[in-house]
């Protein structure tokens, strides 16, 4: 895939960021500035406080889903401490596990309400803006694996890590004004920046692919 990187302005980055943010107690202002008035009412629900805690509760069914998925893959790869029954055990063990991985149903809606929620996609929206606002005029084509980019909340639910989404629910359910500018920038996604790596001053984010 194409992607842009270019140098940015961390203090910049960080101001927008936060003057954003400030903009709680207006929802309509803050769509103003983000350019996004005909989603005044996504940016009014956004700004208003609401719980996360679902988040928490899917990663710790993600946790045991993952594991339970090791057990079946132990046990048809004989690594069992019960292999020695035989066969006829194995087979048995397979199906019981099967049945409850069965149980857990869809697990792709996790992800799904999380990323549809509209406060979600307002610190996405207010993280672009940040981009737009302090990158420099060095932007360059690269191409990149899809699987070398990192993507925190992605990689959050495909690993079903507790500690960030724990983390992350903290941040996110404080009213606006207090959160965290950086941690927004560095461990937040946005629907076109990818990356804001403050220690290299470099974003990465999306763009159309360059016509050949």
């Known amino acids: 895939m194409y992607i842009i990187t270019a140098t940015f302005d961390s203090e910049a980055a ?3 960021t936060s003057e954003l943010l400030a903009l709680g107690d207006s929802p309509e202002r ?5 350019g996004i008035t005909r989603d005044l009412e996504m940016v009014k629900q956004g700004v208003e406080n609401a719980s996360f ?3 928490v509760a899917d990663i710790v069914k993600l946790k045991k889903f993952i594991e339970l998925e090791q057990q079946i893959q132990d046990v048809k790869d004989g690594k069992s401490m019960l292999g020695f029954l035989g066969a006829g055990w194995r087979d048995k063990q397979i199906a019981k596990l099967e049945e409850t991985r069965r149980k857990f149903g869809s697990l792709i809606e996790a992800p799904r309400w999380f990323y549809h929620q509209p406060r979600v996609q ?3 929206a207010i993280r672009d803006y940040a981009l ?3 990158q420099q005029g060095d932007a360059a084509w690269i191409e990149m694996e899809r699987e070398k980019l990192v993507f925190p909340i992605a990689a959050m639910f495909e690993a079903a890590d507790k500690v960030f989404a724990q983390e992350l629910v903290t941040q996110i359910e404080k009213p606006l004004k207090d959160i965290d500018p950086r941690y927004l920038l560095e461990k937040f ?3 076109r920046s990818i990356t804001f790596d403050f220690d290299k001053g470099v974003a990465i984010y999306y763009t159309p692919a360059p016509q050949h």
């Open 14 to 16: 960080f101001a927008r």
């Open 30 to 34: 803050l769509a103003e500035r983000l």
């Open 53 to 55: 805690k679902k988040v």
């Open 122 to 124: 307002l610190l996405s």
């Open 132 to 134: 737009d606002g302090s």
């Open 189 to 191: 996604e946005g629907h």
